[in-house]
């Protein structure tokens, strides 16, 4: 399945961000430029790759459009140079990373509908790619994943990738529609999440010292 041209630019926005994001996040951990480059390689690509060879999906998304390597590269290497500014403006960041993730659902979503008629296998596919870039780069950086913590992150690609996968299949919207309500009520989902700081109700368990 073709994505269109708002697709195609709101995707390489959505690496770009999520590279810096990942440079950061090396950052605070004191990596090398290496380091850098591989934390940011995994937090853009990483879920469109676990995605393309959990389905056998070949050619891989970098393999097949070597270019978001290169763009990925210069992204994590500019934020290593404007750290504070990224920072500063940390809810421009918010709001673009929340258009990122659903977008990234939304292609996920795509990929896999394109290969499996299955709705369960669509949906997953989405989550992978928007969610496991984040999963590899907290767990490559020592810490335990943000979505598994308080954030309604991984559920919000759910709920995007489902939103996609009605809209195409039970409303009969055409793709590039159903790509704009997703962007729209995903991204509004993620920002009142963040804003009013909603989150999933967590699973607190202290196991008491044997007297």
């Not at 995994?42 to 469109?48: E, K, L, R």
């Not at 994590?76 to 940390?90: G, H, S």
């Not at 790619?129 to 490559?140: E, K, N």
């Not at 950086?141 to 308080?150: D, M, S």
């Amino acid at each position: 399945m073709e994505h269109g041209v708002l697709i195609s630019v709101l995707f390489i926005i959505g690496i770009v961000v999520e590279s810096m994001t990942g440079a950061l996040a090396a950052g605070r951990c004191k990596m090398d430029l290496m380091g850098v480059i591989f934390i940011a390689l995994v937090t853009a690509i990483g879920g469109g790759s676990v995605r393309d060879i959990l389905f056998n999906h070949h050619p891989l998304i970098w393999i097949k459009t070597p270019e978001y390597i290169l763009v990925i590269v210069i992204a994590a290497l500019f934020a290593t140079r404007i750290p504070k500014i990224i920072t500063r403006f940390e809810r421009v960041f918010l709001l673009l990373d929340a258009i990122g993730l659903v977008v990234f659902s939304i292609v996920g979503t795509a990929v896999v509908m394109a290969k499996y008629d299955s709705v369960i296998l669509a949906i997953c596919g989405g989550v992978i790619t928007g969610v496991f870039g984040g999963i590899l780069r907290d767990t490559l950086c020592n810490q335990i994943p943000l979505i598994f913590q308080k954030e309604i992150y991984a559920s919000v690609s759910l709920l995007a990738s489902a939103l996609y996968y009605v809209l195409l299949t039970i409303c009969g919207i055409g793709a590039e529609v159903a790509s704009v309500i997703t962007i729209i009520c995903g991204s509004l989902l993620r920002i009142f999440a963040i804003y009013y700081k909603i989150g999933l109700p967590v699973f607190n368990f202290e196991e008491s010292s044997k007297k």
